[in-house]
């Protein structure tokens, strides 16, 4: 069991939940780009996996390559050097607010619940065309 899908654009993060003040009352909300990225994430994986969802109980491996845009600023040579994957990108979002986001956004739909996913990689990249690409599978279909 195994699914591959591509969310187009530049990798986004999670970001923190918001706090305003209403009244005695402290009212808790997800800034409005993280539930927008969060829904293509849905979108994606619903419209390219055709809304495959794996069984509760199995344990799930999650790979993640973020790759993107490249500086239009960056010299030819530093340029090959980010497509040869020699440069590799150091910059936010960070990995783990990567993986965050899209674990996230797939309880439910892919998996029962993120808490399935026992193993996770993240890879940061530049790359022609901004994009991220997931990879999830069973640990038992795992080859070695």
């Known amino acids: 069991m195994k699914v591959k899908f591509t969310i187009p654009g530049e990798p986004m993060g999670k970001q923190r939940p ?5 009244g005695n009352y ?10 927008s990225y969060e829904n293509l994430v849905k979108l994606e994986f619903e419209r390219q996996c055709n809304t495959f969802p794996f069984p509760k109980g199995i344990e799930l491996e999650m790979c993640i390559e973020a790759y993107f845009s490249i500086p239009k600023s960056t010299s030819k040579k530093k340029t ?6 020699y440069i590799r990108p150091t910059k936010k979002p960070d990995a783990d ?3 965050k986001i899209i674990a996230d ?3 439910g739909i892919a998996y029962y619940d993120d808490s399935q996913i026992v193993s996770c990689k993240c890879d940061k ?17 795992k080859q070695v």
């Not at 918001?18 to 209403?22: E, G, L, N, P």
């Not at 402290?26 to 539930?35: A, G, N, S, W």
């Open 18 to 22: 918001k706090f305003s003040r209403r």
């Open 26 to 35: 402290v009212h808790t909300y997800t800034p409005d780009k993280t539930v």
């Open 80 to 85: 090959a050097q980010m497509l040869d994957k």
């Open 97 to 99: 607010n990567i993986i």
């Open 105 to 107: 956004s797939l309880n």
């Open 125 to 141: 990249y530049y790359g022609s065309q901004p994009c991220v690409k997931v990879f999830i599978c069973s640990v038992n279909d």
